[in-house]
């Protein structure tokens, strides 16, 4: 019978065997413990992002269209209206980015709408429309201060100043200056150097 060392031997488990039983253990357990996680049921951790990231730069964006353009006067009216065409989604993003903010000394509000004729001469509209709900749109704020703002239309229609679309490089904006001259808007040097064109 031959003597194996104390050191080699405990609990009738050779040394290199147990290193690596604590080397599995050591890697595999938090793999383990990861994966049961990653992959597991239920409710999904509210920490996680599962924004809509369109609805994300839009919102962005169309705060930057409020702010960095000069307006013209308002005559008696009390607010600086925010109109958003059938995206409740986006009246819940723009709101708490809008929250006490204010034009000049207007106080601005975010404004939901369903029908062109619920739209009151806003500063800012913004609208997915196509087609005849577009036109019927466009008449409702033709000839007033209204920066009208579109998303994914095949072209700039006349009386839309600003219109979203998707590129290679994802959301971008063109812009028609000449309606917004018409307007009486004058749009900002950031709003224009950064407007793309197809």
């Known amino acids: 019978m031959a003597v194996v060392p104390?050191?080699?031997m405990k609990s009738g488990v050779p040394a290199v065997q147990r290193g690596v039983q604590r080397a599995l253990l050591r890697v595999g357990l938090p793999i383990v413990v990861l994966a049961a996680w990653a992959f597991q049921g239920g409710v999904q951790d509210p920490k996680l992002d599962t924004t809509d990231t369109q609805l994300v730069l839009k919102s962005l964006m169309l705060g930057q269209f409020v702010k960095a353009n000069q307006?013209?006067?308002?005559?008696g009216a009390g607010?600086?209206?925010?109109?958003?065409?059938?995206k409740p989604a986006l009246v819940e993003a723009l709101a708490p980015k809008f929250a006490g903010s204010a034009i000049g000394s207007l106080p601005l509000r975010?404004?939901?709408f369903d029908k062109a004729d619920e739209a009151d001469a806003p500063r800012l509209l913004y609208?997915?429309?196509t087609g005849p709900e577009l036109d019927e749109l466009l008449r409702a704020v033709k000839g007033d201060a209204t920066l009208v703002v579109t998303a994914f239309q095949p072209t700039l229609k006349e009386g839309v100043t600003i219109?979203?679309?998707?590129?290679?490089?994802g959301l971008k904006y063109e812009i028609n200056p000449e309606e917004a001259e018409k307007r009486g808007i004058l749009l900002g040097n950031i709003i224009m150097s950064c407007a793309a064109s197809r």
């Open 6 to 8: 104390f050191a080699v």
């Open 71 to 75: 307006w013209p006067a308002s005559e």
């Open 79 to 86: 607010t600086f209206d925010v109109a958003v065409h059938n």
């Open 110 to 112: 975010v404004l939901s």
């Open 127 to 129: 609208t997915e429309a």
């Open 163 to 169: 219109n979203f679309f998707i590129s290679n490089d």
